[in-house]
C-alpha cells in the first residue's frame, strides 16, 4: 500500500513538473526574444554609425585633396556650399540642423505627440547623413559624432516601433528608453568608445529627464559599442598615448589647461547658445534672423579667411591634426586652437548639419600645443595635449565626466584617467562662469519650444477640420431663415 500511493501520485507529479517548466520556458523565451530585437536594434546602430564613419572619412579625403590641387578653392566650396546646405536643411530636414544631441535631449523631455516624433523623425535623420557629408567635403569644420546621436536615436526608435507593429513590442521600453539607447548607442559606436556610450547617456542624457536605466537599456548601448570593436577592432580613435604623468608639478599643469580651456571654452559655449544675431550691431540683427541662407554665405567666406591663415588646416573634423598634436607635433601656425575654436563656431552659426565634439577635442589639442610650446622643456607637450583636450570639451559641454572617459578611451590613456577628470571637472566650474547652463540642454529648450508649437498648431489645425462641417451648415442654413 505505501509504494502504490506515491505511484499513483507521480503522473500528477510528472503533469505539474512538466508545466511549471513550460512556464518557465515561455518566460525564458520571452526574455531571450526581448534581449535578441534589442541586440538587433544595436547591431542596426552600430553598423549605420560604421557606414557613417566611413562617408566622413571620405569627405574629409576629397577635400584635402581638391584643396592640394587648387588651395583657392576654399573661397568658392565653403559660402556656396553653406548656403546651400542651410538652404536644403530648411527646406527638408529643419530638425537635422546642428549636432542632433539637442535634439534628442529635448524628445526625452516630451510626450509622445507628433512635434517629439519630428524630432527624432527617420527621415530628418537620413537627411543629417548626406547633409553632414556634403558640409565635411565643402571644408565646414563639424563632426559626425553629434549626428550619429541623433541618427542612432531615429533607427532605434523605428526598429522598436516597426517590431510594435509586427505585434511582437520590445515590453518594458518606453519610446524615452529606445531614444536613449539609441542616442548613446550611437556616440560609443562613432568615438569606438563603449563605456563612453554608458557614461553619455547617464550624464548627460539623464540630465533633467526620468528616464528609466533598465539594464537592458545599458546593454544596448554597450553592444552597439562592442560590435564596431568587434568589426574595425579595439583600435583608440586618436591612437594610444605614449606619455606619462609628469614626474613634478602635475596638478598645476592639469589646473592651467584647465583653466585655459575652461575660459576659452567656456567663451565657445557661450557664443554657441547666442547665436551669431547676438554679436553683431543691432541695426544688423533683424537680417542676420530674416536670411539665413546668405548669412551661411557670409560665414562661409569667414571660414575661408580662417582657413587662409592656417594653411586650410583647420577644415573638417581635423582628426589628423589633433593626432600630431598628441604624438608632441607642433601646430603649422601660431594660435591653431583659436583659429579651430573660430571656425567651429562659424560652421555651426551657418545651421548646417555638424557637430562639435571632434572639433572640440582638436581644439583643445590646439590650445594645450600652445601652453606646451610656451613652456618649453619643463612639460612633456604632449601630457598637456591631452589634458586640455578632455578639458575644453568639458567647458565647451559641461559633462566633465563624458569628457575624460572619451578621451581615455580615444586615446587608449587609461593611466591618465585620474589627472583628466581633475583637469575636466576644473574646466567645467571655470566654464560655468560664462554661462551657468550647458549649451546642449540650452538648445535643446529651442528645439522643445519648436515641437510644443508644432503641437499647437496640429491640434489647432485639427478643431478647424472639425468645425469646418458646422459652420458650413449654419451658412446654409442662414440664407434660408433670411428668405421671405
Same mark, same amino acid.
Given at each position: 500500500?505505501?509504494?502504490?500511493?506515491?505511484?499513483?501520485?507521480?503522473p $500528477?507529479?510528472?503533469?505539474?513538473?512538466?508545466?511549471?517548466? *513550460?512556464?518557465q520556458?515561455?518566460?525564458?523565451?520571452r526574455?531571450?526574444l526581448?534581449?535578441t530585437?534589442?541586440?538587433?536594434?544595436?547591431?542596426l546602430?552600430?553598423l549605420?554609425?560604421?557606414g557613417?564613419?566611413?562617408?566622413a572619412?571620405?569627405?574629409?579625403?576629397?577635400?584635402?585633396?581638391?584643396?592640394?590641387?587648387l588651395?583657392?578653392?576654399?573661397?568658392?566650396?565653403?559660402?556656396?556650399?553653406?548656403a546651400?546646405?542651410?538652404?536644403a536643411?530648411?527646406?527638408y530636414?529643419?530638425n537635422? !540642423?546642428?549636432?542632433?544631441?539637442?535634439?534628442?535631449? *529635448?524628445?526625452?523631455?516630451l510626450p509622445?505627440t507628433?512635434?517629439r516624433?519630428q524630432?527624432?523623425?527617420?527621415v530628418q535623420?537620413?537627411w543629417?547623413?548626406?547633409?553632414?557629408? !556634403?558640409?565635411?567635403? $565643402?571644408g565646414?569644420?563639424?563632426?559626425r559624432?553629434?549626428?550619429s546621436?541623433? &541618427?542612432?536615436?531615429? =533607427?532605434m526608435l523605428?526598429?522598436?516601433?516597426?517590431?510594435?507593429?509586427m505585434?511582437?513590442?520590445?515590453?518594458? $521600453?518606453?519610446?524615452?528608453?529606445?531614444?536613449a539607447?539609441? !542616442?548613446?548607442?550611437g556616440?560609443?559606436?562613432?568615438f569606438?568608445?563603449?563605456?563612453?556610450? =554608458?557614461?553619455f547617456?547617464?550624464e548627460e542624457?539623464?540630465?533633467?529627464?526620468a528616464?528609466?536605466?533598465?539594464?537592458?537599456?545599458?546593454?544596448g548601448?554597450l553592444?552597439s559599442?562592442?560590435?564596431? &570593436?568587434a568589426?574595425?577592432?579595439?583600435?583608440?580613435? $586618436?591612437?594610444?598615448?605614449?606619455g606619462?604623468?609628469?614626474?613634478h608639478? @602635475?596638478?598645476?599643469?592639469?589646473?592651467?589647461?584647465?583653466?585655459?580651456?575652461?575660459?576659452?571654452g567656456?567663451?565657445?559655449?557661450h557664443?554657441l547658445?547666442?547665436?551669431?544675431? *547676438?554679436?553683431?550691431?543691432?541695426?544688423?540683427?533683424?537680417?542676420?534672423r530674416?536670411?539665413p541662407?546668405?548669412?551661411?554665405?557670409?560665414?562661409?567666406?569667414g571660414?575661408?579667411? =580662417?582657413?587662409l591663415?592656417?594653411?586650410?588646416?583647420?577644415?573638417?573634423t581635423g582628426?589628423?591634426?589633433?593626432?600630431?598634436?598628441?604624438?608632441?607635433a607642433s601646430?603649422?601656425?601660431?594660435g591653431?586652437g583659436?583659429?579651430?575654436?573660430?571656425?567651429?563656431?562659424a560652421?555651426?552659426?551657418?545651421?548646417?548639419p555638424?557637430?562639435?565634439?571632434?572639433?572640440?577635442?582638436t581644439t583643445?589639442?590646439?590650445?594645450?600645443?600652445?601652453?606646451g610650446?610656451?613652456?618649453?622643456s619643463?612639460?612633456d607637450?604632449r601630457?598637456?595635449v591631452?589634458?586640455? @583636450?578632455?578639458?575644453f570639451l568639458a567647458?565647451a559641454t559641461?559633462a566633465?565626466?563624458?569628457?575624460?572617459v572619451?578621451?581615455? +578611451?580615444?586615446?587608449?590613456s587609461q593611466?591618465?584617467?585620474?589627472?583628466?577628470? =581633475?583637469?575636466?571637472?576644473?574646466?567645467?566650474?571655470?566654464?560655468? #562662469?560664462?554661462?551657468?547652463?550647458?549649451?546642449?540642454?540650452?538648445?535643446?529648450?529651442?528645439y522643445?519650444?519648436?515641437a510644443? +508649437?508644432?503641437?499647437?498648431?496640429?491640434? *489647432?489645425?485639427?478643431?478647424? #477640420?472639425?468645425?469646418?462641417?458646422?459652420?458650413?451648415?449654419?451658412q !446654409?442654413?442662414?440664407p434660408?431663415?433670411?428668405?421671405?
Amino acid at each position: 500500500m505505501s509504494l502504490i500511493a506515491p505511484l499513483r501520485r507521480l503522473p $500528477f507529479q510528472a503533469r505539474r513538473a512538466i508545466r511549471r517548466k *513550460a512556464r518557465q520556458l515561455r518566460r525564458l523565451s520571452r526574455k531571450t526574444l526581448q534581449l535578441t530585437l534589442l541586440l538587433g536594434g544595436a547591431a542596426l546602430v552600430a553598423l549605420v554609425s560604421l557606414g557613417f564613419a566611413r562617408l566622413a572619412d571620405l569627405a574629409i579625403a576629397l577635400n584635402g585633396r581638391w584643396l592640394a590641387a587648387l588651395p583657392w578653392l576654399g573661397w568658392v566650396l565653403l559660402p556656396f556650399g553653406l548656403a546651400l546646405i542651410r538652404w536644403a536643411t530648411l527646406r527638408y530636414a529643419p530638425n537635422a !540642423a546642428g549636432s542632433g544631441i539637442p535634439q534628442v535631449i *529635448a524628445s526625452l523631455s516630451l510626450p509622445p505627440t507628433g512635434g517629439r516624433r519630428q524630432l527624432t523623425s527617420l527621415v530628418q535623420a537620413l537627411w543629417k547623413i548626406p547633409l553632414t557629408f !556634403a558640409g565635411l567635403v $565643402f571644408g565646414a569644420s563639424i563632426g559626425r559624432e553629434g549626428p550619429s546621436v541623433q &541618427v542612432g536615436a531615429a =533607427v532605434m526608435l523605428t526598429w522598436g516601433n516597426f517590431w510594435k507593429k509586427m505585434g511582437v513590442p520590445l515590453k518594458g $521600453f518606453h519610446a524615452s528608453e529606445l531614444i536613449a539607447a539609441g !542616442a548613446a548607442g550611437g556616440l560609443a559606436a562613432a568615438f569606438n568608445a563603449p563605456l563612453a556610450g =554608458v557614461i553619455f547617456a547617464i550624464e548627460e542624457l539623464g540630465r533633467g529627464t526620468a528616464l528609466r536605466w533598465q539594464r537592458l537599456v545599458l546593454i544596448g548601448v554597450l553592444a552597439s559599442g562592442f560590435l564596431v &570593436v568587434a568589426l574595425v577592432g579595439n583600435n583608440p580613435y $586618436f591612437g594610444t598615448f605614449s606619455g606619462h604623468s609628469l614626474a613634478h608639478n @602635475m596638478l598645476a599643469w592639469t589646473l592651467v589647461c584647465g583653466l585655459a580651456c575652461g575660459v576659452l571654452g567656456g567663451i565657445f559655449s557661450h557664443a554657441l547658445g547666442k547665436g551669431p544675431a *547676438a554679436f553683431v550691431p543691432a541695426r544688423w540683427r533683424g537680417w542676420v534672423r530674416r536670411h539665413p541662407v546668405q548669412l551661411a554665405f557670409v560665414l562661409g567666406l569667414g571660414l575661408a579667411a =580662417v582657413g587662409l591663415y592656417t594653411h586650410n588646416t583647420v577644415y573638417g573634423t581635423g582628426y589628423a591634426h589633433a593626432s600630431q598634436a598628441l604624438a608632441g607635433a607642433s601646430p603649422e601656425v601660431a594660435g591653431f586652437g583659436v583659429a579651430k575654436l573660430a571656425a567651429t563656431l562659424a560652421s555651426y552659426w551657418a545651421g548646417i548639419p555638424g557637430g562639435i565634439f571632434t572639433p572640440a577635442l582638436t581644439t583643445g589639442a590646439g590650445i594645450g600645443a600652445e601652453i606646451g610650446r610656451l613652456a618649453g622643456s619643463a612639460a612633456d607637450p604632449r601630457v598637456l595635449v591631452l589634458l586640455s @583636450m578632455a578639458a575644453f570639451l568639458a567647458a565647451a559641454t559641461q559633462a566633465p565626466l563624458t569628457a575624460s572617459v572619451v578621451v581615455m +578611451e580615444m586615446t587608449g590613456s587609461q593611466p591618465m584617467l585620474f589627472w583628466l577628470l =581633475v583637469g575636466s571637472l576644473f574646466a567645467s566650474v571655470v566654464s560655468r #562662469q560664462f554661462g551657468p547652463h550647458a549649451f546642449y540642454h540650452n538648445a535643446a529648450g529651442r528645439y522643445r519650444h519648436r515641437a510644443i +508649437e508644432y503641437d499647437q498648431a496640429q491640434r *489647432a489645425k485639427a478643431q478647424a #477640420q472639425r468645425q469646418a462641417p458646422a459652420q458650413a451648415a449654419n451658412q !446654409a442654413v442662414s440664407p434660408e431663415r433670411a428668405s421671405p
